[in-house]
């Protein structure tokens, strides 16, 4: 299991960082990434990191956010900086297979574990 927490309200062009913890062998093996979800829209994809280290971002957050993991407290982090308004998203983060480590393949299901979200609110 996988759980996030760092959510809350913030004024646009702040920041924000997600933190996500879980176990020992989900950050051993899995690659572990954050996507969001708005109310009535699709799921989107935004960053991920392989358990080497290796880092994905959505080409549309290159710049203002960045994903970074703590092996030993197991904790994997979503710093968001520069945040446009937006209402009550949530962010999730997700463990999936190591060969499947795209930022894409975080907007699809099939996750092999995913926490129950933080709701971020940016107002402007």
């Known amino acids: 299991q996988l759980r996030e927490s760092g959510g809350g309200s913030v004024q646009a062009g702040g920041s924000l960082r997600l933190n996500c913890t879980g176990s020992a062998d989900i950050f051993a093996i899995y690659c572990l990434g954050w996507f969001r979800q708005a109310p009535g829209q699709e799921r989107e994809g935004l960053a991920t990191?392989?358990?080497?280290?290796?880092?994905n971002v959505a080409d549309f957050l290159k710049g203002l956010f960045t994903i970074s993991r703590d092996n030993d407290k197991n904790t994997l982090y979503l710093q968001m900086n520069t945040l446009k308004p937006e209402a009550a998203v949530l962010y999730f983060c997700?463990?999936?297979?190591?060969?499947?480590?795209?930022?894409?393949?975080?907007?699809?299901?099939?996750?092999?574990?995913w926490g129950q979200g933080t709701q971020v609110t940016v107002s402007s």
């Open positions: 997700a463990a999936r297979a190591p060969y499947d480590c795209s930022v894409w393949s975080y907007s699809l299901g099939g996750n092999y574990s």
């Open positions: 990191m392989d358990s080497g280290g290796f880092a």
